[in-house]
């Protein structure tokens, strides 16, 4: 510290503390409410019913505090979160799935980040101004926690009234012995509201217990992270610094007091960024010959015709190669946006020579795409449809639209930001579109067909309960089929039809009693809907 300079007190008391939040009447209702709904919903109960009904509360008193002319029912990405909300919480109500409840979870996030910042268009930085509000409401919200400053004074005031009701008080006791000694009907009817105070204290301190106590904790921190949003401004500023097209750069401009370059500085750049087209040009006319070769291998083995010879290692010609080309087709997409990220998209020599190569080769790249395709699709025809083929298709969705924006870059001199955004946004598309699928069902009966003689049953006995009226419904292909199911150590065993058998008269057991054991809150409509199946 420097010595000349004045210190003062506020020099040795640290950060300053976070300041107190000042809540609205409707903040100050909502919140508490919030918290005991949530303890009410979520305690010892999974994620179905009340899921939707908790959602619809933080929306419903979100949006009641908004103003009626708000700039958030201008912004699209606010009304398309909103939407994603809605649809993927009754999704969770319906089936209950994981990829469901991620998308709630994710939209609501999201969603409340829009609500922070309208001005947002990056789907991840609304999620990120969402956590960043959260990360400083938890500990203001610890503040309104504390006593208040004039304890003392409120203490005295009262000890004071406390006093005035003490003699009221004592004649009602009196009156209320006399009453019981010379009224026996008033004596039973006393009686019988200290036995129902007794009840209802004895069940609520039934319920209590510290875990409990930091559930409700818990309900009441989420609670107020998404009704109470502190304005975070960092990622809008850092958005608005971004443009969805590349401009020129030069690095020196025409200004007061800055030197302009002489011819030969001029001169060396611009030599510079021929270098660099060179390097661009040789590069793309490279790899498009190496890639048009492995193209035409998998074209002329893959796309006709394709048969696996006796003792051919599908797992390994579908799982290794697939994540080959994936790697491979990432890799291709950065060789792209790595050339065409500055002034190269400005230098008008070669630039259509050089967007001629960049198409060819993002189009075989797309190829490339529709080969790991059709490996996956000759695994799914010969074992069967599972959660990461699944997976595989909905990456591959995603590529074929990066590949598009890619285009997009190459030719319309799009930014980085924009390709990020747009592709940031295709991505929150796809979840919401898992979230809607009934995959369990869809897979169970594709793998149930006629064709598939090996049957990976344990797989399907697995899956969630919503599958098994289907199991019952076909319980014939267990003398029909080979099964198998995999270990905990990865290898695969056969499985008796008996056993299987067995395993799913034990599930259908084991449904039918937790169904019946189940509260409201935890109910979805696709459980009902088997329970009533397997019922009649």
């Given at each position: 510290?420097?010595p000349?300079?004045?210190?003062?007190?506020?020099?040795f008391?640290g950060?300053a503390?976070?300041p107190?939040?000042?809540?609205s009447?409707?903040?100050?209702?909502?919140l508490p409410v919030g918290?005991?709904?949530?303890d009410?919903l979520f305690?010892?109960e999974r994620?179905?019913?009340n899921?939707?009904?908790y959602?619809?509360?933080v929306?419903g008193?979100?949006v009641?505090?908004?103003?009626r002319?708000a700039?958030?029912?201008r912004?699209?990405?606010f009304r398309?979160a909103l939407?994603?909300?809605?649809?993927?919480?009754a999704?969770?109500?319906?089936y209950?799935?994981g990829a469901a409840?991620?998308a709630c979870v994710?939209s609501?996030?999201?969603?409340?980040g829009?609500?922070?910042?309208p001005h947002?268009?990056?789907?991840?930085y609304?999620?990120?101004?969402?956590?960043?509000?959260?990360w400083q409401?938890?500990p203001r919200?610890?503040?309104?926690l504390?006593?208040?400053?004039?304890?003392?004074?409120?203490f005295?005031?009262?000890w004071y009234?406390?006093r005035?009701?003490g003699v009221?008080?004592?004649?009602?006791?009196?009156f209320?012995?006399l009453?019981?000694?010379?009224n026996?009907?008033?004596e039973a009817a006393?009686?019988?509201?200290?036995?129902?105070a007794?009840?209802?204290?004895?069940?609520?301190?039934?319920n209590f217990?510290?875990?409990?106590?930091l559930?409700?904790g818990?309900?009441l921190?989420?609670?107020?992270?998404?009704?109470?949003?502190v304005?975070?401004?960092y990622f809008?500023?850092?958005?608005?610094?971004?443009g969805?097209?590349i401009?020129r750069?030069?690095?020196?401009?025409?200004?007061f007091?800055v030197?302009q370059?002489d011819f030969r500085?001029?001169?060396?750049?611009a030599?510079?960024l021929?270098?660099?087209?060179l390097?661009?040009?040789?590069?793309?006319?490279?790899?498009n010959v190496?890639l048009?070769?492995v193209n035409?291998?998998d074209?002329n083995?893959?796309?006709?015709?394709?048969?696996?010879a006796p003792?051919f290692d599908l797992?390994?010609?579908?799982h290794?190669g697939?994540?080959?080309?994936?790697?491979s087709?990432?890799v291709?997409?950065?060789i792209?946006?790595w050339?065409?990220?500055?002034?190269?998209n400005?230098y008008?020599?070669?630039?259509?020579?050089?967007r001629s190569?960049?198409?060819v080769?993002?189009?075989?790249?797309?190829?490339?795409?529709?080969?790991?395709g059709?490996r996956?699709?000759?695994?799914?025809?010969?074992?069967?449809?599972?959660?990461?083929?699944?997976?595989?298709y909905?990456?591959?969705?995603?590529?074929f639209?990066?590949?598009?924006?890619v285009l997009f870059?190459?030719w319309q001199r799009r930014?980085a930001?924009?390709?990020?955004?747009?592709?940031?946004?295709?991505a929150?598309?796809l979840l919401?579109g898992f979230?809607v699928g009934?995959?369990?069902i869809?897979?169970?009966?594709?793998?149930?067909r006629?064709?598939?003689?090996?049957l990976d049953y344990?797989?399907?006995?697995?899956m969630p309960?919503?599958v098994?009226p289907?199991?019952?419904?076909?319980e014939?292909?267990?003398?029909?089929?080979?099964?198998v199911?995999e270990a905990?150590?990865g290898t695969w065993?056969?499985?008796?039809?008996e056993?299987?058998q067995?395993r799913?008269?034990?599930?259908?057991?084991?449904f039918r009693?937790?169904q019946?054991?189940?509260?409201?809150?935890?109910?979805?409509?696709a459980?009902?809907?088997a329970y009533?199946a397997i019922?009649?």
């Open positions: 510290m420097n000349s300079l004045p210190v003062s007190a506020a020099d008391t950060p503390p976070a107190r939040l000042t809540l009447t409707l903040q100050k209702v909502a918290a005991i709904v949530f009410l305690w010892h994620a179905g019913l899921m939707l009904l959602t619809l509360l929306v008193a979100t009641a505090g908004l103003p002319h700039p958030q029912w912004s699209g990405g398309l939407a994603g909300t809605l649809l993927s919480a999704m969770v109500a319906w209950g799935s409840l991620l994710a609501l996030a999201v969603w409340l829009f609500v922070n910042q947002l268009r990056l789907v991840a609304a999620l990120a101004t969402a956590l960043a509000s959260a409401v938890v919200l610890l503040t309104l504390r006593l208040p400053g004039d304890l003392g004074s409120r005295g005031r009262s009234y406390g005035l009701l009221p008080l004592l004649a009602l006791g009196v209320h012995v009453f019981l000694i010379a026996p009907r008033y006393a009686s019988q509201v200290l036995d129902w007794g009840e209802w204290l004895a069940a609520l301190f039934a217990s510290v875990p409990h106590l559930f409700f818990l309900g921190l989420l609670t107020g992270a998404a009704l109470v949003l304005p975070v401004h809008a500023d850092t958005e608005s610094r971004f969805e097209f401009r750069q030069r690095n020196r401009v025409a200004s007091g030197r370059p500085e001029q001169r060396f750049r030599l510079d021929r270098k660099e087209y390097v661009a040009l040789s590069l793309l006319v490279l790899v190496l048009l070769a035409a291998i074209i083995w893959l796309w006709f015709g394709f048969e696996p003792g797992t390994q010609f579908v290794e697939t994540y080959v080309l994936i790697l087709i990432l291709a997409m950065g792209v946006l050339f065409f990220r500055r002034n190269l400005f008008k020599p070669g630039l259509p020579v050089l190569l960049a198409t080769w993002v189009l075989q790249n797309a190829v490339l795409a529709v080969s790991v059709l996956n699709y000759y695994y799914i025809l010969h074992t069967g449809l599972a959660y990461k083929r699944i997976g595989v909905g990456f591959l969705l995603l590529t639209f990066g590949l598009a924006t870059k190459i930014s930001y924009s390709l990020v955004r747009l592709n940031a946004l295709a929150y598309l919401l979230a009934n995959w369990e869809w897979i169970a009966r594709y793998n149930l006629p064709q598939l003689h090996t344990g797989f399907l006995l697995d309960d919503r098994l289907e199991l019952a419904a076909h014939d292909v267990l003398t029909h089929r080979h099964l199911h905990y150590d065993t056969s499985l008796s039809p056993e299987a067995r799913l008269r034990q599930r259908l057991q084991e009693a937790l019946e054991a189940r509260h409201w809150p935890s109910y979805t409509a459980d009902w809907q009533q019922s009649h």
